[in-house]
């Protein structure tokens, strides 16, 4: 594909994007609020299962004391990501706990009960980026256990790892942020930006391209100003792009569009196109684990929402349960309609509050019903209200109506595997119907289907190579029973001549008496 990188290089054009909403922010709770440190919890719960791909394998067991930074679940295949201890102390149990997923069901976990002192283990060998190899650099990260912060968690070591497939040239750090109410990587870049563009230019030189661009919200001017002072780092230039507050801005195909003017074809990766995106706070990870050998144990939050007492942006270790965060931010003020990890438009709903923090967690919302605008939904007037806010170009009430009616076949062949779950046709429905919701059933009922389908294929092949196999050693034993049978035919014709051979031997031998006897 053809590309120019003039659309990179100038400084404001933007490109406007299909659809979106503007949702009201409400990240005025949080945005003044500096990043605190959280106390230590009595009790740390980590899933081994805090990415996309396979879970980690545990490699310690109960009564183990471990020490902060140590590995306690190995990864496990090429998608996959190593867990740490968060801090020191004894391994209480390692089993199943309540995952922070809607579902509730549990998931292999690592229970830990800090002894206190936060004693640091062996930490990974730090690297000077700049006379490190892209290999080493995606080692490091890899071995360091980061994952995308942003709320994807696709191992970033993986992403890093794409320079040997396709001819890359940009890097985008994603510091749109456009969730409502979330304002952590806001405060990151307030306080540590020189660390993120630290981070950042050590991923360009593991991804072997020259040009990075922050992407940034214009509703976010303190962060934007401390960008500016880190334009510079290891000999690169980042260039900073200011984009609209809109949602879903944040979207890795939509951040691309708008700062490119590049499409990234359906289901197909942006790497595709040159361009590779991470998020702000993988970027700050990757800065800690190079320059200083410190694994992904914990990440910024932002705990906001009217039903939460003191909104606040804290630094939690990973495996901080729910209760102890909120309880630290003076707890709940009554009973909230909705407890979502993540922002309220494509965040998670949660029941357990003893549920933990992972590493793509970047937020925990309490909100009210005046928050929320829950109504009870009403049947579709095919207003078009969704497929103007769809940017993805679908047409939600049209997947709806088939998922209604039971049709997923059709849902897909309209465009249902293409939905980003973004959550825009549900915020602007007159008639509040879930949407959204509905999709993501649909989605997980096809992918049981396609699972079910490429099991039962699994067994068909099995049993073919099953019965192959059987008929190869059938096959084998008739011919070994054939070869016995000729050779105990050849044997059976060699017995006469044999016979005759051994008769002519003895009369030779006992003739031979009586001619000596004549001659004499």
């Known amino acids: 594909m053809s590309f120019s990188l003039a659309s990179l290089l100038h400084p404001t054009q933007i490109f406007a994007l299909r659809g979106g909403v503007h949702p009201e922010t409400r990240k005025f709770l949080s945005a003044d609020c500096a990043i605190e440190t959280m106390p230590m919890p009595p009790l740390i719960r980590v899933p081994l299962q805090q990415h996309i791909g396979v879970e980690a394998e545990p490699i310690v ?15 496990r295949g090429q998608v996959s990501a190593n867990i740490h201890a968060p801090t020191s102390g004894r391994v209480i149990a390692v089993g199943h706990f309540t995952a922070p997923h809607p579902s509730g069901l549990p998931v292999p976990t690592i229970t830990l009960r800090p002894d206190g002192k936060d004693e640091w283990g062996e930490r990974l060998p ?3 980026p700049e006379n490190a190899s892209p290999e080493e650099i995606a080692q490091q990260v890899a071995a360091a256990g980061i994952v995308g912060m942003g709320g994807a968690t696709f191992p970033a ?7 040997d497939k396709y001819p890359l040239h940009t890097l985008i750090i994603n510091a749109a942020e ?28 593991a991804l072997g391209v020259e040009h990075i661009l922050f992407a940034i919200e214009g509703n976010k001017p303190e962060a934007l100003a401390a960008l500016q002072r880190h334009t510079h780092v290891m000999d690169r230039i980042l260039q900073i792009k200011v984009v609209p507050a809109q949602y879903p801005m944040g979207s890795e ?44 144990i914990s990440r910024v939050v932002t705990v906001s929402g009217r039903a939460v007492r003191r909104p606040a942006n804290l630094r939690v270790l990973i495996g901080t349960p729910v209760a102890d965060i909120l309880a630290h931010c003076g707890g709940l003020d009554g009973t909230p309609d909705r407890l979502l990890l993540g922002g309220p438009m494509m965040g ?41 806010v769809c940017p993805m170009g679908l047409t939600p009430f049209e997947m709806n109506q088939k998922i209604q009616a039971g049709d997923l076949e059709g849902a897909a062949a309209v465009g ?62 008739r011919a070994a029973m054939a070869k016995r049978k000729a050779e105990m035919a050849a044997k059976k014709a060699r017995e006469p001549a044999a016979k005759a051979e051994a008769e002519a031997t003895d009369t030779a031998r006992t003739s031979t008496p009586a001619t000596n006897e004549a001659v004499k």
């Open 61 to 75: 067991q109960r009564d183990d004391h471990v020490l902060k930074g140590q590995l306690v679940g190995k990864a």
């Open 126 to 128: 730090r690297l000077r």
């Open 157 to 163: 070591a993986v992403k890093l790892g794409l320079r």
């Open 178 to 205: 456009c969730e409502p109410y979330l304002t952590c990587d806001d405060r990151l870049l307030r306080e540590r930006a020189d660390e993120v563009a630290d981070g950042a230019a050590i991923m360009a030189k």
């Open 253 to 296: 195909k939509h951040l691309v569009k708008a700062v490119t003017g590049q499409e990234t074809p359906a289901r197909a990766l942006t790497a595709e196109l040159g361009i590779v995106v991470h998020n702000a706070a993988t970027a700050h990870a990757v800065h800690l684990a190079v320059r200083y050998g410190e694994p992904l």
């Open 348 to 388: 998670q709903p949660i029941r357990n509050l003893r549920v933990p923090v992972v590493k793509g967690t970047n937020g925990i919302l309490a909100l009210t019903r005046s928050e929320t605008r829950q109504k009870d939904p009403m049947p579709c007037i095919r207003c078009g209200s969704c497929v103007q």
């Open 416 to 477: 249902l595997l293409d939905c980003i779950s973004c959550g825009c046709c549900s915020y602007n429905c007159p008639s509040t119907i879930p949407l959204v919701q509905t999709f993501g059933f649909a989605k997980g009922k096809l992918a049981e289907k396609e699972s079910r389908k490429h099991q039962q294929q699994q067994t068909k092949r099995l049993a073919e190579a099953r019965k192959a196999r059987e008929a190869a050693i059938a096959a084998a034993k």
